[in-house]
T-cell receptor, first 110, second 115 residues
C-alpha cells in the first residue's frame, strides 16, 4: 500500500460545481497535512494546511479524519482557474518523513 | 524578493556527463530540499539540509551529491548522469519543520534529460 494515495482523476467538472477530493495515508504517526496546487509544468504551491478542526479559506475547505486516516479538499463554485493538479502532502514528525501524493487532476469546463 | 530560484531551467546531458544544479533562496530559511518529480511517482526527496554546512539523504539519494556551503544556496550534483535521472528537479525551502512553519516554497524546477 502506498503511504499516500490519491485518485489521479481527471475530475472534469462544469464551472460553478462543487468538487471534493480525498487522500488516504497509511502512517498513523503522521502529524502535518497539507494541500498543494500544481499547475501544468509549474512548481507546487501551498494551497492550505489541514488542521484537526478543519479549516476553510474562501471557496476551499479542508478536513482531516484521523480515525479513518484521510484528508479531504472541497472546492465550491469551481472556477476555470481552479484547473490544476492538487497534491496531498503528509508529514510525520520531522522533514525526512514528508510524503507527497501523486496528485489529483481537476479540469473545470466552461 | 525572488523566493526560490533554480539554475539552469533546462539541460540535456549525455550519459556519463556531470553537472550541478543550483538552488538559491532569499527568505533566510534554515531548511532546504531537493526533489525529483516523475510521471506517476509524485515528488520524491533526494537530499535535504537542516542548516548551513549540513546535508542528509532522503528517499532516493543514489547517484546524487549535495552541498550547502552558504545558508542561501543548496547545490545538487550529478557525477555521472544516467538516463534514469531524466526528470524534473525541484528545490524547496522552509522556515521550520513543525506545523505552519513547514510550508515549503518551491523553485520553478529544472528539466533534465539524459540521453
Amino acid at each position: 500500500r502506498k503511504e499516500v494515495e490519491q485518485d489521479p482523476g481527471p475530475f472534469n467538472v462544469p464551472e460553478g460545481a462543487t468538487v471534493a477530493f480525498n487522500c488516504t495515508y497509511s502512517n498513523s504517526a503522521s502529524q502535518s497535512f497539507f494541500w498543494y496546487r500544481q499547475d501544468c509544468r509549474k512548481e507546487p504551491k501551498l494551497l492550505m494546511s489541514v488542521y484537526s478542526s478543519g479549516n476553510e479559506d474562501g471557496r476551499f475547505t479542508a478536513q482531516l479524519n484521523r480515525a479513518s486516516q484521510y484528508i479531504s479538499l472541497l472546492i465550491r463554485d469551481s472556477k476555470l482557474s481552479d484547473s490544476a493538479t492538487y497534491l496531498c502532502v503528509v508529514a510525520a514528525l520531522g522533514y525526512q518523513k514528508v510524503t507527497f501524493g501523486t496528485g489529483t487532476k481537476l479540469q473545470v469546463i466552461p | 524578493n525572488a523566493g526560490v530560484t533554480q539554475t539552469p531551467k533546462f539541460r540535456v546531458l549525455k550519459t556519463g556527463q556531470s553537472m550541478t544544479l543550483l538552488c538559491a533562496q532569499d527568505m533566510n530559511h534554515e531548511y532546504m530540499y531537493w526533489y525529483r518529480q516523475d510521471p506517476g511517482m509524485g515528488l520524491r526527496l533526494i537530499h535535504y539540509s537542516v542548516g548551513e554546512g549540513t546535508t542528509a539523504k532522503g528517499e532516493v539519494p543514489d547517484g546524487y551529491n549535495v552541498s550547502r556551503l552558504k545558508k542561501q544556496n543548496f547545490l545538487l550534483g550529478l557525477e555521472s548522469a544516467a538516463p534514469s535521472q531524466t526528470s524534473v528537479y525541484f528545490c524547496a525551502s522552509s522556515y521550520g519543520v513543525r506545523g505552519s512553519t513547514y510550508e515549503q516554497y518551491f523553485g520553478p524546477g529544472t528539466r533534465l534529460t539524459v540521453t
